[in-house]
């Protein structure tokens, strides 16, 4: 029973240390490739710079596919490339700071730049799954779904259920391209920078 249980012990380090290598492997390739390209990435918008560092991780992921698949599962579904991606990150601060905060830098950079829009119209439906979205019928008719990614000062309006249907509100926003899993496409999302009841 002893022996057993000292078998099943080392078996579950062994597994944990294996998947914590791979991981550290493959922070190691992305890193290396980044870095390669560093020089190029400097002057790229940061949704080019996001682009580079994915082909970096996929042909990381290529050459690891197996063991990543046995850590992650499928990571085409469900959330299991976020995961990936949010792993990669997160070692990638320590071990090749300088790419990181390149490509922390850029997209911080792109956000402040993005150009801001605003529509005005009544509430329709707020909606909280993963992330809270917003419908709201502008005065044409038309209605636009919007999403809270980021803080913002008057954020306690929706996130404390301030805002009811119907009411009337201004919304300034800017529109970012994310990956949706459901629809296995990018698509142009509308991110609510700022919002007021009038």
């Not at 998947?19 to 918008?45: G, H, M, W, Y």
């Not at 850590?71 to 990669?88: C, F, H, P, S």
């Amino acid at each position: 029973m002893k022996n057993s249980v000292l078998v099943f012990l080392f078996c579950l380090f062994f597994l944990n240390a294996n998947s914590q290598d791979i991981l550290d492997n493959v922070v190691k390739e992305v890193c290396s490739c980044a870095t390669a390209k560093a020089e190029q990435l400097k002057d790229l918008p940061a949704d080019k710079i996001q682009l580079e560092l994915g082909f970096c991780i996929i042909t990381s992921y290529s050459n690891h596919e197996k063991e990543l698949t046995a850590k992650y599962g499928n990571v085409m579904e469900g959330d299991g490339m976020e995961k990936l991606g949010t792993d990669i990150g997160l070692k990638m601060a320590s071990a090749c700071p300088d790419v990181f905060r390149l490509i922390a830098g850029s997209s911080f950079e792109d956000e402040e730049t993005q150009p801001v829009s605003t529509v005005e119209g009544q509430i329709v439906a707020v909606k909280s799954e993963q992330f809270m979205t917003i419908d709201v019928k502008d005065n044409s008719g038309r209605t636009h779904s919007m999403l809270l990614l980021t803080f913002f000062e008057g954020a306690d309006i929706l996130t404390e259920n301030k805002l009811k249907k119907n009411d009337k509100v201004s919304i300034d926003y800017w529109e970012q391209e994310f990956y949706d899993a459901k629809a296995k496409d990018f698509r142009n999302y509308k991110v609510i920078q700022s919002i007021k009841k009038i």
